[in-house]
Structures are given as C-alpha cells and as structure tokens.
C-alpha cells in the first residue's frame, strides 16, 4: 500500500493516475479537499481510502505495511505568509514522515522545490554539501521551509538516521492538468488559454535587465507527466536515493510558452509588453535552469517532453475539452 499525501493535489493526482495505469490502486490518497473542485481532479482515479492531513499520523500507526511514503503535501503559494502554519505544514509533518519511514524501513519520496534556489545567483545544481547549500538564500517563506527540510534530511542521512531510500526533488516551473484549484498560482498555460483561443491580447512584463529582451525572461518549464514518471522511476529503483533537480535542464521564455499555447490551440498570439511592478522588480528572477546531470547518473534516462510537446498535450488533450481533467 501506498500513502500518497497531497494526492488530491496538482502533482499527486498526476502521481496517482500514473499509480492507476500501472495497476496499483493500493493507494491512500492524504489531503484536504476542501468546497471547491478540487475533489475533481481524483474522481477517475481508483483508492484504497482518503484521510485527512491531521489524521496521517494516526493512520500510519495503525497501518504498518505501507510500502512507500510519496509526500506531496504542503503550502506550496509562494505568497504565503503565516510562518507557523507553513512550518507545520511543510517541515515538522515532512520531519515526522521521514522519522516514520526511518524506524519502519519504507522508502520516501518527497517534493523539495526550485524555490530553494532563491534569485538564481549561486546557480541551480543540486549540490547536496554543506557548503553548496549554505549558498543558496530562498526569497519567501515557501521556499525557506522547504530548504530548512532538505538540510534537516540531509543531515539526518549522514548520521545513517534515514529510510533505506530516500528522494526529494526539487521541482522546476511545473505546468498540466489538474492545476486549476491553485487559482493565481496556476501555470501560465492554465490562466492563457481561454485568453489566446478567444484572440485576446497577452500581456507580459517588460525586462528591465540588460541582456533580456520583453517576454523573453527564462523558466524551466517542465511537463507534470515528466515528474510523475520520474516519481515511478525512483519507486522502480530502490537503490536511488539523495535531492535531485526537476526540470527539463532547458530554459525557455515566456514568449515561447505562450506561442506554444497558440500553436496548440492553431491561433496567433498577440502581446502587450506592460511595465513590471516596482514592488517585485529588485526580486524578479531573469533565468532558471536545472541542472539535470545527478538525476542522470542516477539512471534516469527518458526523454522529457518538449516544451511544444508538452504544451500541445495539456491543451489540446485536457484544456480544450469538456472535462479537463486527468
């Protein structure tokens, strides 16, 4: 059996439906549905139960034969601001399942994020060091709890305190179905689509940095499929263990995610270039672009979706359709 927290959500649902087409609906799904939609993107999904987030603990206490912890789980808004809540969502529950995992001898697999990384200045390799990670400087409050859990984790791995394998992954600027609960915090794919199919004008910032043009600042925009088929990689490989990037290790910009939407959709894009708002143009990330080489020398050697690829895919196959969900 499989405790998948989170499973309701954006990456967890895709995680679960992947679970599904490869047989297993040994699957306990973990999260707050809330009244909104959300339970939508679990309705074609098969599960052995659905718990609560308060009630994970208690449920692993009395089911010891889970084979796997996939922690999805947490406040993932990078607007967040309540820092006790953030704390007890993202690391002391993360603290727990690791601790869990560790005295039960069960693999986890959990979701770090390219937040970490901060404003890009010390780079994007998964450098798993001491010093590697003292470089890097997160910008909210997001993207500090989950730095605080890699190195809590990684420390306790060095001292042999730690599940027999481990992973947590450091997801890049992840788009595709089943991201419409997260509101503002959807992909740009997501919120432009309807814009671009009705022959809406896009607006997009202007760079104010030498060397980027308007549209053209740069993402690592990576396909939700590629990370759940990365997840059932690891699950796959018991031997792989240790913090890992993912993205598609091929930065892109804006202006091309859109004009994929457009030739998905086989409509012209048009842009409006708008001034960047000041309270966010010293904090503004120009470039990111994970270094995918330890993922790689771990074995993981399937291609990832283009970004024409993946685009295409989520629009014409979910986006454009009555149900869009996975």
Known sequence: ?????????????????DLNE???????????????????????????????PDEIEAFLAGHPKITAVIHMGAISSTTATDADEVVRSNFRLSTRLWDWCTQSRTPLIYASSAATYGDGTAGFVDDDSDQGLDRLRPMNLYG???????????????IGHNPPQWAGLKFFNVYGPNETHKGDMQSLVAKNTPAIADGKTIRMFKSHKEGFADGEQLRDFVYVRDCAAVILWLLANPGVSGLFNLGTGKARSFRDLMLAVGEGLGKPVAFEYIDMPLSIRSQYQYFTQADMSKLQRAGYQAPFHTLEDGVRDYVQGYLTKADPYR
Request: net charge positive; hydrophobic share 50%; glycine share 10%.
């Open 1 to 17: 059996m499989i405790l998948l927290t989170g499973g309701a959500g954006f990456i967890g649902s895709n995680i679960a439906a």
């Open 22 to 52: 490869a047989g297993r609906t040994d699957i306990v799904i973990a999260d707050a549905l809330g009244v909104d939609a959300k339970w939508r993107n679990i309705a074609k999904r098969r599960f052995a139960d659905i718990v609560f």
């Open 144 to 158: 500090w709890s989950k730095h605080a859990f890699d190195r809590w984790a990684l420390e306790r791995s060095r």
